[in-house]
């Protein structure tokens, strides 16, 4: 199957400090990129989708000056938290889809933890 | 509105037996459906997936099962194997358009040797 990678795979910050996760398809392009957060024991919350080229479009109640999204290439989006805050503390984790792709399949990276002090 | 539903969120299986996994859904517009596993501080890795014109999909050990009447969907795993035990995510989504998938609340599955 097709490779998704982000980076770091953990970060711990202090508060106010603006934080960048990278996503990277390996073996694809992927013209539609997306940003999910998890919270312990809970579902996969999207935040945004991003096609490459265009403006993100955020989910309803995510603030698109705080979570920065940015899709430059068909192969890497990046979700910078800006001065980011405890609350801010999650499981940050991209998908992307393969550019022309049977289906809506979507395949994820490995994830991100936050940890903001 | 919880478009997708997995109202079950544990289940524990003797190893060996099988493992029955539900989902539900409210959108008919849906008509692609996935299952993802994701073990902890990992993302999620697809499974298996079926669309609204066949009602079974088989992939070794796991086969999905369509009911679209119903709006109903399930996984079975057999046999059930410790290294199956993670958290299994229902997922759905129209076939075209480029609309990201919606995912249920997920089922943590134990299976007990």
């Known amino acids: 199957g097709a490779v998704v990678s982000q980076h770091p795979s953990r970060v711990i910050c202090k508060s106010g400090t603006s934080v960048k996760i990278e996503c990277r398809s390996l073996?694809?392009?992927?013209?539609?990129m997306f940003w999910y957060r998890q919270f312990p024991k809970q579902s996969l919350m999207l935040m945004a989708t991003?096609?490459?080229?265009?403006?993100?479009?955020?989910e309803q109640g995510v603030e698109k000056d705080k979570f920065l999204i940015n899709h430059a290439s068909l192969t890497l989006s990046t979700l910078t938290v800006a001065s980011a805050h405890p609350e801010d503390s999650s499981f940050y984790i991209c998908?992307?889809?393969?550019?022309?792709?049977?289906?809506?399949?979507?395949?994820f990276g490995p994830g991100t933890r936050l940890t903001v002090l | 509105d919880q478009q997708v539903k997995q109202n079950s969120p544990s289940l524990s299986v003797q190893e060996g037996r099988i493992s029955i996994l539900n989902c539900d859904y409210t959108?008919?517009?849906?008509?692609?459906f996935l299952w993802y596993k994701k073990y902890p501080a990992e993302g999620p890795t697809f499974l298996i997936s079926i669309s609204s014109i066949k009602d079974k999909n088989e992939d070794g050990r796991f086969t999905v099962f369509l009911n679209k009447s119903a709006k109903h969907l399930s996984l079975h795993i057999v046999p059930s194997q410790p290294g199956d035990s993670a958290v299994y995510f229902c997922a759905a989504s129209p076939l075209s358009g480029n609309t990201p998938l919606v995912f249920g609340k997920g089922t943590r599955l134990s299976v007990i040797a």
């Open positions: 991003s096609n490459e080229g265009s403006k993100a479009t955020y």
């Open positions: 959108n008919s517009m849906f008509d692609y």
């Open positions: 998908s992307a889809r393969a550019t022309g792709s049977r289906g809506n399949e979507q395949f």
């Open positions: 073996d694809f392009q992927a013209t539609t």
